[in-house]
């Protein structure tokens, strides 16, 4: 076949077909896999929810809460077992990490003890701040764990400010972030659960 | 041309990144680990096929001028359905490529291959090349991220061999991606030498 000629309509047309032709290609994937993302990033969800708490029945529905601090709600998925509230799973976040954001699920308990945390999303160092998913609930090491602890007891900031957390050898800006978020979703369900008080 | 040294220049003769070094920036982001190395090399691959295999289909009816930006809007398209494909069956290793996956839209290896390969060839050569260089990039980037993740975490395809104590944490980190990636440009380059 002859090459075509670089013509203003020639041009204009191979471009046409060819975005048209991609186009249409990329809404019928779209459609394919639409139904199966959904279904991904839920179960990624209630999976992260089943792991951080007691085990429960149900899930009540979904709260948004707007801490003091920080730009975004956070969501609280409040746990049921028999009819009474045995725990919070909080999805919370920080935006300090060593690379940006931090996406955490914790669990809470009704005293406000965290009961586990599944790290959903983020961008560290790995091998550095990657480690992050398992240090914070190291058993055998009681200045790292953060299970059993609350905020309104411990002081949920890093050993080198202050606090009563080890952090992460050589990720303490990791550390700091995970604790933020950490510290963030105690002070969700802590502000729900005044609210529901007052009421 | 012959269809079976088509196929073998990109694993080892031509090996888009240990002798023609192109598409470095992925080869040295993902490879901390070799299960990453291995999922970015296959939908890398799928994408060449696939892109070489309709660009040698299209390739009289495009003109000259409009050559690139054709290319790369046929590229964007598979590297778009390998990246929805990827969301919804294989969410975990979605999540750690990240952004490496619609990054392979200008991976040199694949606009090169069309450039140089497929605008020239009929499909079936132009689908063999793909393979062949899809492959030898595979290849690569599962023995770079076996050697960093084995030196710099003690594990391979997350199996332990050691314990994370004795692990050297420089090669999971970028300086030990340089480090691996040039001896293996070295020792491929003897080899090469040697057969000629």
């Known amino acids: 076949m002859k090459q075509r000629e670089s013509t203003f309509i020639n041009m204009v047309g191979a471009l046409l077909v060819v975005t048209l ?59 049921l077992a028999q009819g009474h509230i045995v725990g919070y799973a909080v999805k919370s976040y920080s935006n300090n990490g060593f690379s940006g954001f931090i996406s955490v699920m914790a669990g809470v308990d009704t005293l406000g003890n965290f009961t586990g945390y599944e ?45 009563d957390i080890d952090a992460i050898t050589a990720s303490t800006i990791t550390s700091r972030a995970f604790l933020e978020a950490l510290r963030r979703a105690h002070q969700g369900v802590t502000t729900l659960s005044e609210k529901n008080h007052g009421e | 041309m012959n269809q079976m040294s088509n196929f073998t220049k990109g694993l080892l003769r031509e090996n888009p990144i240990l002798v023609l070094i192109l598409g470095t920036c992925p080869t040295l982001g993902v490879t901390s680990s070799a299960a990453n190395g291995l999922g970015m ?47 919804a069956y294989t969410p975990g290793l979605f999540k750690s490529l990240g952004i490496f996956i619609p990054l392979i839209v200008v991976n040199c290896i694949v606009l090169g291959r069309a450039e140089a390969f497929a605008s020239k060839n009929n499909p079936l050569s132009s689908i063999v090349d793909g393979l062949g260089m ?11 991220g076996s050697i960093r993740e084995l030196l710099g975490n003690g594990t391979l395809f997350s199996f332990r061999f050691y314990p994370e104590n004795y692990t050297t944490l420089l090669f999971v980190l970028a ?17 090469n030498k040697a057969k000629k």
């Open chain 1, 21 to 79: 032709v991609s186009g249409a290609l990329l809404g019928f994937v779209h459609q394919m896999t639409k139904s199966a993302i959904d279904l991904a990033r839920e179960k990624a969800q209630s999976d992260a929810i089943a792991s951080v708490l007691p085990p429960f029945d149900e899930l009540a529905p979904t709260l948004k809460v707007l801490p003091e601090e920080g730009a975004d709600s956070i969501e609280i998925f409040p746990a």
């Open chain 1, 119 to 163: 790290v959903l999303e983020h961008k560290e160092t790995p091998g550095l701040g990657s480690k992050m998913g398992d240090w914070f609930r190291n058993k055998e090491k009681e200045g790292q764990n953060v299970i059993g602890k609350s905020p309104g007891s411990v002081n949920f900031t890093v050993s080198k400010d202050g606090g």
């Open chain 2, 41 to 87: 090399g296959l939908a890398t691959t799928f994408v060449l096929v696939m892109s070489n295999l309709v660009i040698s289909l299209v390739k009289s009816q495009i003109p000259d001028k409009v050559r690139i930006p054709s290319f790369i809007v046929i590229i964007a398209a598979f590297v778009t359905v390998v990246e929805l494909v990827m969301q």
């Open chain 2, 134 to 144: 899809g492959l030898g990039f595979t290849g690569a980037l599962v023995i770079l």
């Open chain 2, 175 to 191: 300086p030990g991606a340089f480090i691996v990636l040039g001896y293996m440009i070295a020792i491929v380059q003897k080899i």
